[in-house]
T-cell receptor, first 113, second 117 residues
Protein backbone atom coordinates (compact mmCIF):
# COMPACT_ATOMS: atom_id res chain seq x y z
CA UNK A 1 0.00 0.00 0.00
CA UNK A 2 1.85 3.06 -1.26
CA UNK A 3 -0.70 5.79 -0.85
CA UNK A 4 -1.96 8.43 1.51
CA UNK A 5 -5.74 8.65 1.84
CA UNK A 6 -7.76 11.63 2.99
CA UNK A 7 -11.40 11.98 3.95
CA UNK A 8 -13.63 13.68 3.16
CA UNK A 9 -12.81 14.81 -0.38
CA UNK A 10 -15.01 17.87 -0.04
CA UNK A 11 -16.35 19.64 3.03
CA UNK A 12 -18.67 22.61 3.44
CA UNK A 13 -19.03 24.02 6.92
CA UNK A 14 -20.39 27.05 8.66
CA UNK A 15 -18.32 29.27 10.89
CA UNK A 16 -19.83 27.79 14.04
CA UNK A 17 -19.39 24.15 13.04
CA UNK A 18 -16.85 21.64 14.34
CA UNK A 19 -15.48 19.18 11.80
CA UNK A 20 -12.43 16.96 11.36
CA UNK A 21 -10.23 16.05 8.42
CA UNK A 22 -8.67 12.61 8.41
CA UNK A 23 -5.47 11.28 6.86
CA UNK A 24 -4.17 7.72 6.82
CA UNK A 25 -1.04 6.00 5.52
CA UNK A 26 0.13 2.39 5.80
CA UNK A 27 3.64 2.80 4.45
CA UNK A 28 5.31 2.78 7.86
CA UNK A 29 6.23 6.42 7.48
CA UNK A 30 7.23 8.13 10.72
CA UNK A 31 6.57 11.74 9.79
CA UNK A 32 3.20 13.20 8.77
CA UNK A 33 2.36 16.70 7.59
CA UNK A 34 -0.59 19.04 7.10
CA UNK A 35 -0.43 21.69 4.37
CA UNK A 36 -2.88 24.40 3.40
CA UNK A 37 -3.10 25.45 -0.25
CA UNK A 38 -5.05 28.45 -1.48
CA UNK A 39 -6.06 28.65 -5.13
CA UNK A 40 -3.16 29.31 -7.52
CA UNK A 41 -0.66 29.31 -4.66
CA UNK A 42 1.90 26.75 -3.47
CA UNK A 43 1.20 24.57 -0.42
CA UNK A 44 2.06 26.12 2.94
CA UNK A 45 3.19 23.90 5.79
CA UNK A 46 0.96 23.94 8.87
CA UNK A 47 2.09 21.09 11.14
CA UNK A 48 4.61 18.25 11.25
CA UNK A 49 4.32 15.14 13.40
CA UNK A 50 7.38 13.00 13.87
CA UNK A 51 7.05 9.66 15.69
CA UNK A 52 3.52 10.69 16.71
CA UNK A 53 4.71 13.88 18.40
CA UNK A 54 4.08 17.39 17.16
CA UNK A 55 7.48 18.66 16.05
CA UNK A 56 6.66 21.72 13.94
CA UNK A 57 3.75 24.17 14.23
CA UNK A 58 4.04 26.99 11.75
CA UNK A 59 2.19 29.53 13.94
CA UNK A 60 -1.18 28.18 12.89
CA UNK A 61 -4.28 29.72 14.59
CA UNK A 62 -5.74 27.65 17.40
CA UNK A 63 -8.98 27.09 15.47
CA UNK A 64 -6.92 24.37 13.73
CA UNK A 65 -6.03 21.54 16.10
CA UNK A 66 -3.95 18.59 14.89
CA UNK A 67 -3.99 15.15 16.44
CA UNK A 68 -1.96 12.02 15.75
CA UNK A 69 -3.74 9.04 17.41
CA UNK A 70 -1.20 6.52 16.09
CA UNK A 71 1.59 6.22 13.57
CA UNK A 72 -0.81 5.70 10.66
CA UNK A 73 -3.42 8.35 11.36
CA UNK A 74 -3.42 12.13 11.38
CA UNK A 75 -6.44 14.31 12.09
CA UNK A 76 -7.05 18.01 11.75
CA UNK A 77 -9.86 19.29 13.98
CA UNK A 78 -11.57 22.45 12.78
CA UNK A 79 -13.57 24.84 14.93
CA UNK A 80 -14.87 28.38 14.43
CA UNK A 81 -13.22 28.73 11.03
CA UNK A 82 -13.35 31.86 8.92
CA UNK A 83 -14.24 32.11 5.21
CA UNK A 84 -10.58 32.84 4.45
CA UNK A 85 -9.74 29.34 5.73
CA UNK A 86 -11.39 27.92 2.62
CA UNK A 87 -8.64 26.03 0.81
CA UNK A 88 -7.31 22.64 -0.22
CA UNK A 89 -5.88 20.82 2.80
CA UNK A 90 -3.18 18.34 1.91
CA UNK A 91 -1.77 15.61 4.09
CA UNK A 92 1.65 14.09 3.41
CA UNK A 93 3.91 11.49 4.95
CA UNK A 94 7.59 10.64 4.70
CA UNK A 95 9.80 7.75 5.72
CA UNK A 96 12.52 9.53 7.60
CA UNK A 97 15.29 8.76 5.14
CA UNK A 98 17.72 11.38 3.91
CA UNK A 99 15.96 11.65 0.58
CA UNK A 100 12.82 12.60 2.49
CA UNK A 101 10.34 12.33 -0.37
CA UNK A 102 6.95 13.36 0.91
CA UNK A 103 3.99 11.38 -0.41
CA UNK A 104 0.84 13.47 -0.63
CA UNK A 105 -2.79 12.53 -0.33
CA UNK A 106 -5.48 13.78 -2.72
CA UNK A 107 -6.51 16.58 -0.37
CA UNK A 108 -9.75 17.83 1.15
CA UNK A 109 -11.37 20.86 -0.47
CA UNK A 110 -12.83 22.92 2.34
CA UNK A 111 -15.38 25.69 1.92
CA UNK A 112 -16.28 27.80 4.95
CA UNK A 113 -19.51 29.74 4.64
CA UNK B 1 13.60 36.75 0.09
CA UNK B 2 12.21 33.94 -2.03
CA UNK B 3 14.02 30.69 -1.44
CA UNK B 4 12.58 28.99 -4.50
CA UNK B 5 11.81 31.00 -7.62
CA UNK B 6 9.88 29.75 -10.63
CA UNK B 7 9.85 32.56 -13.16
CA UNK B 8 7.39 31.05 -15.65
CA UNK B 9 3.80 31.35 -14.36
CA UNK B 10 2.46 29.61 -17.46
CA UNK B 11 3.85 27.80 -20.47
CA UNK B 12 2.55 26.14 -23.62
CA UNK B 13 4.26 23.22 -25.33
CA UNK B 14 3.33 21.25 -28.39
CA UNK B 15 2.55 17.58 -27.83
CA UNK B 16 5.62 15.34 -28.35
CA UNK B 17 8.05 18.22 -27.90
CA UNK B 18 10.41 18.70 -24.96
CA UNK B 19 9.93 21.48 -22.43
CA UNK B 20 12.09 22.97 -19.66
CA UNK B 21 10.59 24.40 -16.49
CA UNK B 22 12.90 26.77 -14.63
CA UNK B 23 13.70 26.74 -10.93
CA UNK B 24 16.30 28.70 -9.01
CA UNK B 25 16.93 28.38 -5.30
CA UNK B 26 18.66 30.22 -2.53
CA UNK B 27 20.41 28.47 0.33
CA UNK B 28 23.69 28.86 2.17
CA UNK B 29 23.96 25.36 3.62
CA UNK B 30 25.86 22.51 1.97
CA UNK B 31 23.16 19.89 2.44
CA UNK B 32 19.84 20.26 0.71
CA UNK B 33 17.47 18.43 -1.59
CA UNK B 34 15.47 19.62 -4.54
CA UNK B 35 12.16 18.12 -5.61
CA UNK B 36 9.69 18.52 -8.42
CA UNK B 37 6.01 17.79 -7.93
CA UNK B 38 3.16 17.75 -10.43
CA UNK B 39 -0.33 18.87 -9.39
CA UNK B 40 -3.17 18.10 -11.80
CA UNK B 41 -6.49 19.90 -11.44
CA UNK B 42 -7.64 17.08 -9.14
CA UNK B 43 -5.33 18.50 -6.48
CA UNK B 44 -3.03 15.62 -5.57
CA UNK B 45 0.70 16.43 -5.46
CA UNK B 46 2.60 13.79 -7.44
CA UNK B 47 6.31 13.37 -6.79
CA UNK B 48 8.34 13.41 -10.02
CA UNK B 49 12.07 13.63 -9.30
CA UNK B 50 14.65 14.36 -6.60
CA UNK B 51 18.18 15.79 -6.68
CA UNK B 52 20.44 15.83 -3.64
CA UNK B 53 23.02 18.56 -3.24
CA UNK B 54 25.84 16.00 -3.12
CA UNK B 55 24.64 13.99 -6.10
CA UNK B 56 27.24 14.02 -8.83
CA UNK B 57 24.90 13.11 -11.65
CA UNK B 58 21.71 14.79 -12.80
CA UNK B 59 18.63 12.86 -11.74
CA UNK B 60 16.46 11.14 -14.33
CA UNK B 61 13.11 9.35 -14.00
CA UNK B 62 11.62 8.15 -17.26
CA UNK B 63 10.65 11.22 -19.32
CA UNK B 64 11.72 13.55 -16.52
CA UNK B 65 15.25 14.80 -15.99
CA UNK B 66 16.63 17.45 -13.71
CA UNK B 67 19.25 19.84 -15.05
CA UNK B 68 21.14 20.60 -11.84
CA UNK B 69 23.62 23.48 -12.03
CA UNK B 70 24.90 23.89 -8.49
CA UNK B 71 27.06 26.96 -9.06
CA UNK B 72 24.13 28.78 -10.64
CA UNK B 73 21.72 27.41 -8.01
CA UNK B 74 19.32 26.16 -10.61
CA UNK B 75 17.38 22.90 -10.84
CA UNK B 76 15.38 22.95 -14.04
CA UNK B 77 12.94 20.17 -14.91
CA UNK B 78 13.06 18.81 -18.43
CA UNK B 79 10.10 16.84 -19.73
CA UNK B 80 10.79 15.00 -22.95
CA UNK B 81 8.11 14.02 -25.48
CA UNK B 82 5.28 15.96 -23.83
CA UNK B 83 1.91 14.28 -23.54
CA UNK B 84 -1.55 15.77 -23.08
CA UNK B 85 -1.63 14.29 -19.58
CA UNK B 86 1.37 16.44 -18.64
CA UNK B 87 -0.89 19.49 -18.50
CA UNK B 88 -0.78 20.49 -14.83
CA UNK B 89 0.82 22.80 -12.29
CA UNK B 90 4.44 21.99 -11.53
CA UNK B 91 6.12 22.94 -8.26
CA UNK B 92 9.82 23.03 -7.46
CA UNK B 93 10.57 22.53 -3.75
CA UNK B 94 13.61 22.50 -1.52
CA UNK B 95 14.50 20.75 1.74
CA UNK B 96 17.32 22.40 3.65
CA UNK B 97 19.40 20.31 6.00
CA UNK B 98 18.02 17.20 7.66
CA UNK B 99 16.69 16.25 11.07
CA UNK B 100 14.56 13.53 12.58
CA UNK B 101 11.82 15.97 13.57
CA UNK B 102 10.46 15.92 10.07
CA UNK B 103 11.43 18.23 7.32
CA UNK B 104 10.08 21.40 5.88
CA UNK B 105 9.66 21.71 2.17
CA UNK B 106 9.70 25.22 0.72
CA UNK B 107 7.77 25.45 -2.52
CA UNK B 108 8.17 27.80 -5.44
CA UNK B 109 5.18 29.64 -6.89
CA UNK B 110 4.60 27.00 -9.54
CA UNK B 111 4.44 26.86 -13.34
CA UNK B 112 1.26 25.94 -15.15
CA UNK B 113 2.11 23.80 -18.16
CA UNK B 114 -0.40 23.38 -20.97
CA UNK B 115 0.26 20.80 -23.68
CA UNK B 116 -1.30 21.56 -27.04
CA UNK B 117 -2.44 18.71 -29.31
Amino acid sequence: DTEVTQTPKHLVMGMTNKKSLKCEQHMGHRAMYWYKQKAKKPPELMFVYSYEKLSINESVPSRFSPECPNSSLLNLHLHALQPEDSALYLCASSQGAAQETQCFGPGTRLLVL
Amino acid sequence: AQKITQTQPGMFVQEKEAVTLDCTYDTSGPSYGLFWYKQPSSGEMIFLIYQGSYDQQNATEGRYSLNFQKARKSANLVISASQLGDSAMYFCAMREGWNNAGNMLTFGGGTRLMVKP
